[in-house]
Each structure stands twice: as structure tokens, then as C-alpha cells.
């Protein structure tokens, strides 16, 4: 926890999406997070992504740059943004249709939003959108791995110089 909040301290803070957990193959269909709420519960990234963006399934990415266009992201844009300039690549359109032609969590966004590289989990053949985002779910975002990494480092460093 102490890497996430270095890498991005409260005070600094935007209104973030949920983290992809590895239940969202297998928790149902995306509901309003009103709905959510008041059964007890907290909306899911899904919740968040079908029903509080302004995109949808036929929305295209333009092809102007690093960028995806603010207005699919309410007010969620301040993040997005930041983490596409972090990355060096616009997030994908996070929805996607489902089978019987409803709106779901794209599994390209969940992967972009883990920092993976795209095609990393969804490009792996045989796998279903609900598998993929249960391996999402269960990964580690590299960057904050790497920062956590570092961080215990230098603190192992600074141990080892004040015994000498």
C-alpha cells in the first residue's frame, strides 16, 4: 500500500476506478452503483465502466495520439489522462458488447488499466473475456511492483550502510 501512495498521494487524488479484481468474470452483470450500494455492497469496476462513462461498444479510438477522447470519462478523466501519459498510450474503449448484445467490461481496458502491455492477457488464444479478466484480476501492476521493489531496496541499503 505504501508504494500506491507514494505513487499517488491522497492529496493529489482524483476520482479513481475500482482495481480489476478477479471476480469480475464471474460476478454477473454490471449494475447501477446506486443498486449496488444499497444491497450493501461496493460498485465494481464494471459498475463504474457500464454505467457512469459516456462510451459505448461502437466508439472508436482516434488515431491523434496518446490520448483518449475526455469525454467518455466523466469525471474520471484527470486519471485516465494522467495514467495514459504514464503509459504513453491511450486507454482502449472499456466497454464492449456481451453475447445477448449488453454492455460489459472490456477486457483490453482492464488489462490497459493493470499497466500490461496490450495483448499481453488478451491476446492469448482460447481464453473467454470472463478468464481474462479473472487473470487480470489476479495480476500485479508492474509499475507499482517495480516501485515496491525500489522502495524495499533502498530501504535494505539504508540498513546495511547505518551497521557498517
Known sequence: MTAIARLFPRDRADKLFKTPTANLGSNGAAQHPDKRKAGGHGPTLADEVCFLLNVTPEDELPDDGPHSPAEWWNEYAPAVYRWECIRGTAAPVPVVRGPRGGVKLSPAF???????????????????????????????????????????????????????
Open 110 to 164: 482492464a488489462e490497459w488499466m493493470m499497466g500490461l502491455d496490450a495483448g499481453w492477457v488478451t491476446a492469448v488464444p482460447g481464453l473467454t473475456d470472463r478468464e481474462k479478466l479473472e487473470r487480470i484480476g489476479n495480476g500485479v501492476c508492474p509499475q507499482q511492483a517495480f516501485a515496491a521493489f525500489t522502495m524495499l531496496r533502498e530501504q535494505l541499503d539504508n540498513r546495511e550502510q547505518l551497521v557498517s
